[in-house]
């Protein structure tokens, strides 16, 4: 009865934890929408009243992951696209937002199981803005991000989907060249972010961790 009822504590206080994790994880999701939704609105209402220059731009870039695993699944060079939204600020700033969609698929090490990954990431920050002559601009910025990837194992034998939101870092070096109203730029981004996922197979790493090398263009307003 004893060992019953100790069972029964702690499986209700696992049920709380995961309870907590479930309430924790939806707060800060909505709290990076609510941002997302605030910079765009931000963003328009700029751009009626004219009182600051807006460039919105997409972005096509490779990612190159540090992670050996990675790169042996999925391959060095992994395809990411991308939607930015920057306004520029008094001082030389820029705050910027971005959201970038990056999809691969590859085959598990050594078994060659066929498996596929999906990511969604939101980022924001700022950027500071050294001014050059003919209409180029360098960038520098760093910022937060936050993710929501999903790993897709194809096994015959075992169907494993690994997901698990989570935050990260994310540093950016941008070189544009201002045409009136056109912008074109070449950027590399590196992002810090490591996840713990847990499945029935135990506790698995997703390292996130790489390098983006990219061009973009897009409309100044």
Known sequence: MKHFCSVQSSCIASKKNVSCHVLLSFALDLWMLRKI????????????????IVNIEGRAATFIPR????REIYGRFNPSYQLEATLLLPNNLKWWNN????????????????????????????????????NIEISLGAG????????????????RINKKNG????????????????VFSIFTDYQFQKLTVTNELGKTTVDLNGLYVGLSAGFRF
Do not use: Q
């Open 37 to 52: 939704i605030f910079f765009f609105c931000m963003t328009l209402f700029c751009t009626e009243v004219n009182c600051h």
């Open 99 to 134: 959201f970038s969609y990056l999809h691969k698929k590859g085959k598990t090490v050594p078994l060659k199981v066929p498996a596929e990954i999906g990511i969604y990431f939101v980022s924001t920050g700022l950027k500071y803005v050294f001014n050059l002559p003919r």
């Open 67 to 70: 992670s050996s695993i990675f």
């Open 144 to 159: 937060g991000l936050y993710s929501w990837p999903e790993e897709k194992n194809k096994s015959d034998f075992v169907k």
């Open 167 to 182: 935050a990260g870092a994310i540093l950016k070096l941008d070189a544009s060249k201002v045409f009136n109203w056109f």
